[in-house]
């Protein structure tokens, strides 16, 4: 295990690791801005260094100055969280050079799977399902229309590089289609730097789910079940819970297993997220492989009883896993609300200020991950999350039920601060959800109520299956690739019938 590792986050990630780091004996270095001088990360870490103003790009994505903070305090490793450089594939790579581990997957891994396209291929390569559409890019606004009149209309246009929820427009005609790709080309341009789009067909009403996965650097990986993630504002997470309801066993185990080939046919390492969308029919559509710790990882630790920034830190020290598949059992239902300071009466707007009152929840199986206290200033330069609240309990009445209750003693206030807690315990309390029968589609309907008198919603045609299409080459990207261009894997241990899903 390191001696000494650099936190290159801030917020309550930051605080996490650190926690983790110091029951596993590690010391920490946290970098931070001016704005978060006086942070809870701060004020505990073993050592500080600032790096920058509070502009991001000048601090917490200044990779120059994270590496020499890492090299004057003798660091040996850098841990990047989640966001900022966390699938950095460039940072990896510089890391690397100057003698640190990175703790993630290795950097060509990270680089093939943060472009769209190419993680698109990867996957289809290995047997995962992709949703109907353009495996490779379209550099065209009629090959784009081409793909979109033959998979059907609604269709999504997707920045390659895109990632977070951006660089996504919905279209729901071909008249509406050469705008959005040319808009979407140029939104991608801006944020990106690479403006390679494509487009696939729009899964209107489905469920976000996501499998846990765990990879060593010696071939080896295991699954952690399912989350989830269905409840999003603009593609962005809002409540998460583990394991996904209301799915036939069947689709819980395709789900897992196709995850961890997907992830051990490109030589992962580390913990990462493997997403698909589920259609009402229970097909399994894969979109992406995140490659660092998910912001909702409470609920997974919280039915298996097992600590994924450990195994994140174990894994990156060369460490062979500690688990085998048998060893990984869920119980129970885990639920977490993002806590986040903003306004839902004003389109969800930032609401950042000063907290004269902060009191989390607590109570039996209740956990708050949070870096805020009284009187810290939330700053308008970051992200609004504020605090996780998670909960467990034997069966999914009872988490939501705790859940609700541990928001209702939630107390957060200030001059002119506001929190999504009120919306989230509408969502708590809605029958399809409560129901396990909700889709991505759950907050557009609970924002834009259907006027009075207008007919029921009419719900989406059946999605169709897969369109074939000619796979382009691919590179090997596995650090340990034959040249000759064998791909030996190590066997994933074997479990028993069902044995990480909730007896």
Not at 74 to 85: M, R, S
Not at 159 to 184: C, E, F, I, K, Q
Request: net charge negative.
């Amino acid at each position: 295990m390191f001696d000494k590792l650099l936190i290159a986050n801030r917020g309550e990630i930051a605080l996490r690791v650190l926690r983790a780091c110091r029951e596993l004996g590690v010391r920490t270095v946290v970098v931070h801005s001016s704005a978060d001088a006086d942070s809870l990360p701060v004020r505990l870490a073993d050592e500080t260094v600032r790096i920058g103003p509070a502009s991001s790009r000048q601090s917490y994505l200044n990779a120059a100055a994270i590496v020499e903070a890492a090299r004057q305090t003798g660091a040996q490793a850098v841990h990047p969280g989640y966001g900022f450089l966390s699938e950095d594939a460039d940072f990896a790579e510089i890391c690397a050079e100057n003698g640190l581990t990175f703790v993630g997957p290795p950097p060509q891994v990270m680089a093939a799977l943060a472009d769209k396209s190419t993680a698109r291929a990867l996957m289809s390569r290995a047997g995962l399902p992709l949703p109907p559409g353009s495996v490779r890019t379209l550099p065209t606004a009629a090959e784009a229309l081409a793909v979109a009149a033959e998979v059907g209309y609604p269709v999504i246009v997707k920045a390659a590089a895109g990632g977070g929820g951006r660089g996504m427009t919905v279209v729901r005609s071909a008249a509406d289609l050469p705008r959005a790709y040319a808009r979407t080309r140029a939104a991608a341009q801006v944020a990106f730097g690479d403006d390679r789009v494509y487009v696939e067909r729009y899964l209107a009403d489905a469920r976000h789910v996501e499998v846990q996965v765990l990879c060593d650097n010696h071939g080896n990986g295991i699954h952690l079940g399912t989350r989830d993630c269905s409840v999003q504002r603009r593609h962005q997470k809002l409540i998460e819970e583990a394991p996904a309801p209301a799915l036939r066993p069947a689709t819980l185990d395709t789900l897992a297993e196709t995850a961890l080939r997907g992830a051990l046919s490109v030589g992962f390492t580390g913990a990462g997220t493997v997403e698909f969308l589920v259609d009402e029919a229970e097909r399994c559509h894969f979109l992406e492989i995140n490659c660092r710790i998910q912001v909702e990882h409470p609920v997974t630790e919280l039915v298996t009883g097992i600590d994924l920034v450990h195994e994140q830190l174990h894994v990156a020290a060369g460490t062979p896993l500690r688990l085998r598949q048998e060893d990984v059992r869920l119980r129970g239902v885990a639920v977490e609300c993002r806590v986040n300071v903003e306004d839902p009466d004003r389109d969800f707007a930032p609401a950042p200020g000063r907290l004269d009152r902060f009191r989390p929840p607590g109570g039996p199986f209740t956990r708050v991950d949070t870096h805020g206290h009284v009187g810290y200033l939330v700053s308008p330069h970051y992200d609004s999350l504020l605090a996780k609240v998670a909960v467990w309990a034997p069966d999914r009445d009872g988490a939501l039920d705790r859940l609700d209750r541990a928001l209702g003693e939630f107390e957060v206030a200030g001059p002119g601060v506001r929190t999504t807690i009120p919306f989230a315990r509408r969502v708590l309390r809605d029958a399809a959800f409560r129901a396990g029968r909700h889709t991505t589609a759950l907050v557009d309907r609970l924002l834009t109520p259907p006027a009075a008198g207008a007919p029921p919603a009419v719900d989406a045609p059946p999605v169709a299956d897969v369109v074939p299409a000619a796979e382009p080459a691919v590179p090997d990207i596995r650090a340990d690739a034959d040249p000759a261009g064998r791909t030996p894997v190590t066997a994933v241990p074997a479990a028993g019938p069902n044995a990480w899903r909730n007896p």
